[in-house]
């Protein structure tokens, strides 16, 4: 495609501004937590609500997702930025970003953040590999509304976050890209291979 072209396309999509969205899992002792901007709602049937969201495989609690089947969604305040540091800024992999939190837990066992607007338990109904992530269909099991506000969006959280943090979510997006980039394009190649 051209840079015209792409340069159109990323103004579609930045026509919509979704909610930023923590996830939690935990597999035995392990748990973790990570902020996506990939959920949405996947079923208008009341009795019957299901959620899609995208996990990228190189984060620590894709792996707990993988190990479990289950996993909690948060939405946060749109003054949340302290759990955009503690979830966003840092890596499972090296860190336990529960460390100090009062351990609570949702009814299907995930990390539950007393702070969130509100959660929802989800079990994983079916998953397709995207390349750099997996997609889940999840049905959700549980959930409650804590308190009412404003929600934390992605275009929210880059107008109101310091300065500092601002410039980290920026560096850590442009290395995650770089890191999809090449997942997508492997993806994309073994299945015209297959």
């Not at 019957?48 to 609690?61: D, E, F």
């Not at 336990?96 to 995930?110: E, I, Q």
């Not at 338990?121 to 049905?139: F, K, N, P, Q, S």
């Not at 992605?154 to 290395?175: F, H, I, N, S, T």
Request: net charge neutral.
């Amino acid at each position: 495609m051209s840079p015209e072209i792409h340069a159109e396309i990323n103004a579609v999509f930045h026509l919509y501004d979704p909610p930023l969205w923590l996830v939690t899992a935990r597999h035995g002792t392990r748990r973790g937590g990570f902020i996506a901007t990939a959920a949405t709602r996947a079923s208008i049937v009341h009795e019957i609500p299901r959620m899609l969201v995208a996990v990228a495989k190189h984060h620590h609690t894709w792996g707990l997702i993988e190990a479990s089947g289950v996993f909690a969604l948060h939405l946060l305040a749109a003054d949340d930025i302290t759990s955009v540091r503690r979830f966003g800024l840092a890596s499972g992999h090296r860190v336990d970003k529960f460390a100090d939190l009062p351990p609570r837990r949702t009814p299907a066992g995930a990390p539950l953040i007393e702070g969130a607007i509100s959660w929802m338990d989800c079990r994983v109904e079916a998953r397709m590999d995207i390349g750099d992530r997996t997609t889940y269909l999840a049905e959700v099991t549980a959930g409650e509304v804590l308190r009412r506000g404003p929600l934390l969006t992605v275009a929210g959280l880059l107008r109101d976050a310091p300065e500092a943090d601002r410039a980290e979510l920026k560096r850590l997006y442009a290395q995650d890209q770089e890191t999809d980039r090449a997942a997508i394009l492997a993806w994309r190649r073994s299945c015209e291979d297959a």
